[in-house]
Structure formats: C-alpha cells, structure tokens
C-alpha cells in the first residue's frame, strides 16, 4: 500500500526571501489559491512578526484558502509566536512553525546561547504555541550540522512538549544523499515518540542537491518534505516542489509514495510564480523549463516520431502542458476563447475576468495575425497582476537612431489629471523611463530589466519585467505589447503603481 507523502510548500516564505522576489498582498493571495488547486497539503503563508505586509498576507490566505493547513512562521521567541498565532488563529486549519538553531556554530556564534539554554527555550516555546495552537511544527535550525545526539535530545523533549510536526532543515545545503538519508533513519530510530508525530524535512540547494536529500530522506522515513514552486529559495533556493512530486510519480516502481498534487496544475503554478515574483525560469530547468519536453536532435525526433517514449519519460500533459498550440485570430469568437481557456487551464475565472480577457485578446489579434496559446497565457498572467491603476499610459512618442539621443514624450493620467513631459536618454527605453518619473514626479531606482518575447515570430508579443526599489523595498512591474517600449513604459508604470499602493498601506512592503 503506498504511503502518503505530505507536500508541504513554502513557496511564500522561504521562496519569497529570494533576493529579489518580492510579492505584494493580493499576488501571494492568488499563488495561495493556485497551491490551494495545486493540491497541497500545507501552505507556509509567511513570517508575521517580519513585517506589517507579511502579516496582513498571512491573515488574508487564512481567511480565504481553507482546504490545505495554514502556516506561519516564528523563532523561538514569545512576541513572533503570539504574531504568527494573530495572523492565523481564523485558518480553518491553522499551524505554528516554530524554530530555533541547535548547530555548535549557530549555537555559539549567532545565539550565543549554550545547548541547555536552547534546549529549555525550544521546550517552552513548544509548550507556549501549543497553548494557542494544537498543530506545532518544530524546526531545529542548520538541523544537518546539529550533532546527532543533541538533535535526537532535542527532538524528544519537544516531542513531549507537544509538537505534532518535527521538520529537519539542511538549512545550508551541505548534506550528501547517503548521509540525509542515514540522519533521518538515526532520527526514527533513536527518538522516543517519533511515531506519534510528523517527521518532515527541509533542503536547501547550495551543492544542487535538494531534491535528492529530499528523496533520500523519504527513502528513509520521512513524511513529509518541505519545498517550493521552481525551487525558489535563498541563495541557490529550495527543493523544487514539482521535481519531488513528477520523480515519486514517473518512478513509482522505485518509490512506494504517493502525493495528493494535481500534477496537471504543475505548469500553471510554476508560470504564475515565474510572473508573479519576476523569477525566471532556466530553459533547461527539469520539469518546468521552456525545454524540458523540447526534442531539438534529428534522432530524438525520428524517435519521438515513433514512439513518445524512446526519449520521453513523462508526457508534457501531465505537468499540464498542452502539446496543441491552437492557434486563434480575429475571427475567432468569445464561444472559441472561453473553450481555449478552460483548456489552458483557467477555469476559475469570473465572468468580468473572462469579458477583460476576450476585450484584450482582441485588441491583440488586430496586431498580431495568430493569437498562439502563450500570448493567452501571458494576457491572463498580466491581469492578475492587476493593481488599482492610479497612472495609466495614455501615449508616447519616441524618437531615436543610432546618430540620434533618444527623446521620449510621454502622456500620462490619473485621477487628478494629466501629466505629458518629454526627455531624453540612452537610449529609448531609458528616455522614457525618464519622462515618466518626470511626469509622476517620482524617484526611483531601476534593479532590473528584462525583456522577452512571449512566442516567436516577427509580431511576437513582448514581455518587460521591470524591477524598481524605493527605501530599500522591491517592486515588480510587469508590460505586455507588441511594441516593446509601450511594453516597457507599461511595465515601469505597474512598478511604480505597486510601490504607491504599498505606501498607501493597503499592501504592506515586504521584508
Ligand atoms: O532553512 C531553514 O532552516 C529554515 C527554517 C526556518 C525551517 O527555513
Ligand atoms: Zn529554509
């Protein structure tokens, strides 16, 4: 009888500390819902006590996604545990994960604390958030540096504390397959009471092993592992939810494991988080990258050709991915588009979304004469970054060449009025960045700028992400046009719209 394996998705937490993934309110609030669709079983929402944004997520996603557990993180300190108990306690299924380091070198360095004194903390900490929650997860931090038979210590008294989750981190990313596994086998072996609780795991990525250390370690007794979309993370990020899940499934004959994730739903999420964080995805990256089912060789081909399976060991399908690219113009109509979306796997959609959608998708076969199943993607993606627009593009004009400095005049409304002002740059893209922080009278700074195009083809729609930061906070804005300097006003301009509705506390900033 396969056993269950828990997927436990930290993908707002851990996977937002990502240098640069920054994520307001209502877009970790669609991601929620999407891992609500996804199929897991347990959301880290966030780190309450970190900031006023993350609190405000955390308590939104437990009020509105109710089927997977809701989890909120805290060190081992009263004030984060009563935080995250705040931000949580209306969750139909709510969890404190509380975590404190138990590694010589954390121990000594960063807490500057003695084992006793970690021990005793973590006991109470434990028995504290029990008081308001009955489901405790406990982690003990740089847990595969930790010297086993003080991890084994530790793990018992907060057994008997009360914890209902134990979750071993490899918090830097050190351990070896072999020896993750044989930690874990330690652990059900020589800790009393382990059998009546959760033992889950955690691996970060620094060695590129993350997803092996995860596997090894269900190999070897655990339940439940601990990952993100894409395997974002900090530094070199986290196990990759979708490579865990897709190597249990494609290798079933080895793994007698199953997870409840709707693989079909894999895709989905990896490319909102691709668009919604700014994070994008290596084209060779297993499982979700723009070649992972791409058969380039002549070989391959023929093989394919015969038999899907010669090179492929899984179907795109099942991640998701259709293999038809419909094609759609301007004369297909609505009947055709909502089909094509429910295909693609938008089926939640409200009608006004859907009547925004159609609107836009027609504006964009009147440009570009095949409307291919990525620019829907893209068109529906950029919608639900929508903000409040308080300043919208109304035109631009450029001129440029390469004996020319490049001038941009902008126009620009809001509901105080319009702003037109014009200036020059390195550039087109650059002048017109220019003109609209002249136009809005802001000051920003730009950390990145990313151009793609969405399919190929000459009339290919172009995609900007931008990057902006103000006081050392991060906003990503997001353009879509055939035109890529609209693209890339668009883009500036949706920044710049996040970062004002943050400052207006509608939306926290992030930490
Ligand atoms: O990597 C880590 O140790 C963590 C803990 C908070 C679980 O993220
Ligand atoms: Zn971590």
Redesign the pocket.
């Given at each position: 009888m396969p056993k269950k394996i828990y997927i436990f998705d930290t993908t707002l937490r851990?996977g937002e500390q990502s240098p640069g993934a920054s994520l307001n309110t209502h877009e970790k609030l669609e991601i929620a819902k999407q891992l609500e669709r996804l199929g897991v079983d347990a959301i880290e929402a966030g780190f309450p006590i970190a900031s006023k944004g993350d609190f405000q997520a955390v308590r939104t996603i437990a009020q509105n996604v109710r089927k997977p557990v809701i989890v909120a993180?805290a060190r081992a300190v009263k004030q984060d545990i009563d935080r995250a108990w705040e931000a949580i306690q209306y969750a139909a299924k709510p969890r404190i994960h509380t975590?404190i380091a138990t590694s010589d070198i954390h121990m000594k360095y960063k807490l500057k604390m003695e084992p006793e004194e970690v021990l005793k903390r973590a006991v109470e900490m434990v028995s504290y958030a029990k008081t308001l929650c009955d489901d405790v997860e406990f982690?003990p931090?740089?847990g595969t540096r930790t010297r086993p038979e003080f991890l084994y210590k530790i793990l018992e008294v907060v057994i008997d504390a009360g914890a209902t989750v134990l979750?071993i981190?490899d918090?830097v990313g050190y351990a070896m397959p072999d020896e993750f596994g044989a930690l874990i086998r330690g652990i059900r072996e020589n800790v009393a009471g382990i059998e009546n609780v959760i033992l889950s795991v955690?691996c970060?990525n620094d060695l590129g092993l993350a997803v092996a250390n995860s596997l090894a370690a269900i190999q070897n007794g655990a339940q439940q592992v601990e990952c993100t979309v894409n395997g974002l993370g900090e530094r070199a990020g986290n196990a990759a939810m979708e490579e865990i899940v897709m190597a249990l499934k494609t290798r079933s004959d080895l793994f007698d494991y199953y997870t409840d994730i709707v693989t079909e739903q894999i895709y989905r999420t990896s490319t909102m988080v691709s668009h919604l964080t700014g994070m994008h995805i290596q084209a060779n990256k297993a499982i979700v990258g723009s070649n992972a089912f791409a058969h380039e060789s002549g070989i391959h081909q023929h093989g394919i050709l015969s038999n899907r399976q010669t090179y492929e060991i899984m179907t795109p399908e099942s991640i998701g991915l259709k293999q038809s690219q419909m094609v759609l113009g301007k004369h297909s109509g609505r009947h055709a588009f909502e089909e094509r979306l429910k295909e693609l796997g938008f089926s939640n959609l409200t009608q006004d979304e859907i009547n925004v959608a159609f609107e836009r998708f027609k504006d964009l076969a009147d440009k570009k004469k095949y409307v291919m199943d990525k620019d829907i993607e893209a068109l529906i993606n950029e919608k639900v970054l929508k903000v409040p627009e308080t300043y919208e593009l109304e035109y631009f004009h450029i001129s440029s060449g390469n004996t020319l400095v490049a001038t941009s005049t902008v126009k620009i409304s809001c509901d105080k009025g319009v702003y037109e002002e014009a200036a020059c740059g390195d550039g087109p893209v650059d002048a017109t960045f220019k003109a609209i922080d002249r136009a809005i009278g802001v000051e920003v700074k730009l950390e990145d700028y990313y151009l793609r195009a969405v399919t190929s083809g000459k009339d290919a729609l172009g995609e900007v992400t931008v990057k902006i930061s103000k006081n050392g906070d991060i906003y990503i804005g997001r353009g879509l046009s055939t035109d890529i300097i609209e693209a890339s006003a668009k883009a500036y301009i949706n920044a710049i719209n996040k970062m004002i509705l943050a400052q207006n506390g509608k939306n926290g900033n992030q930490i």
């Open positions: 851990d993180l975590f982690s931090e740089d979750n981190p918090t955690h970060h």
